[in-house]
Antibody
Framework: QVQLQESGPGLVKPSGTLSLTCSVSGGSIFSSNWWTWIRQPPGKGLEWIGEIYHSGTTNYNPSLKSRVTISVEKSRNQFSLELSSMSAADTAVYYC??????????????????WGQGTLVTVSS | SSELTQDPAMSVALGQTVRITCQGDSLRNYYASWYRQKPGRAPVFVMYGENSRPSGIPDRFSGSSSGNTASLIITGALAEDEADYYCYSRDSSSDHYYVFGTGTKVTVL
């Protein structure tokens, strides 16, 4: 059973940089999956932040792209998120998740089959 | 970028059927996946593809897709199905951008 666990500070100062790590157990980060960060502001919906493949290839949400870096630490079976220039609008629960893909004739489906429990990050001085 | 639009809220009587919809241009090219989220908990994966359930998801959950609309259907709703539901898919305006639906809060009466 694959398990993901987020770790990092729960409080970040305005204009600071958030650094979170997601540790993967029960499975390999070298699998044919993409490793994703998602966030959810209090009382609001889910927002896709970005993803990384074990090769290091990344995809980012265009609205966050200038501030986001996702990296992978293969030897530790971990991947990480850095989000710079934090503001109160970045206060959210941050989740890591594993993204899989199913291919069909003329279509495909993308899904998150494993999630971390989430970690609340508050931006405040 | 495209959006995935869901009704903000729906209600269903205990034991009845509810259809939760997700609309967006990208759904003409890609299937949605669906997630159930209860307060204070991480989302749970409940549906993908045309109508495929992950292991452990009961068969009262089913899915369908037509044109720009994907649906998650709960047949015989239980009290435990009261939750927020989100769809998710790939954006058709970019090769590698993904988006969640706006979310639907389902209340079981």
């Amino acid at each position: 059973q694959v398990q993901l666990q987020e770790s990092g500070p729960g409080l970040v100062k305005p204009s600071g940089t958030l650094s979170l790590t997601c540790s993967v157990s029960g499975g390999s980060i070298f699998s044919s999956n993409w490793w994703t960060w998602i966030r959810q502001p209090p009382g609001k919906g889910l927002e896709w932040i970005g993803e990384i493949y074990h090769s290091g290839t990344t995809n980012y949400n265009p609205s966050l792209k200038s501030r986001v870096t996702i990296s992978v630490e293969k030897s530790r079976n971990q991947f990480s998120l850095e989000l710079s220039s934090m503001s109160a609008a970045d206060t959210a629960v941050y989740y890591c998740a594993r993204r899989g893909t199913e291919y069909y004739y003329e279509s495909s489906s993308y899904f998150f089959d494993y999630w971390g429990q989430g970690t609340l990050v508050t931006v405040s001085s | 970028s495209s959006e995935l639009t869901q009704d903000p809220a729906m209600s269903v009587a205990l034991g009845q059927t509810v259809r939760i919809t997700c609309q967006g241009d990208s759904l003409r090219n890609y299937y949605a996946s669906w997630y159930r989220q209860k307060p204070g908990r991480a989302p749970v994966f409940v549906m993908y593809g045309e109508n495929s359930r992950p292991s452990g998801i009961p068969d009262r959950f089913s899915g369908s897709s037509s044109g720009n609309t994907a649906s998650l259907i709960i047949t015989g709703a239980l009290a435990e199905d009261e939750a927020d539901y989100y769809c998710y898919s790939r954006d058709s305006s970019s090769d590698h951008y993904y988006v969640f639906g706006t979310g639907t809060k389902v209340t079981v009466l």
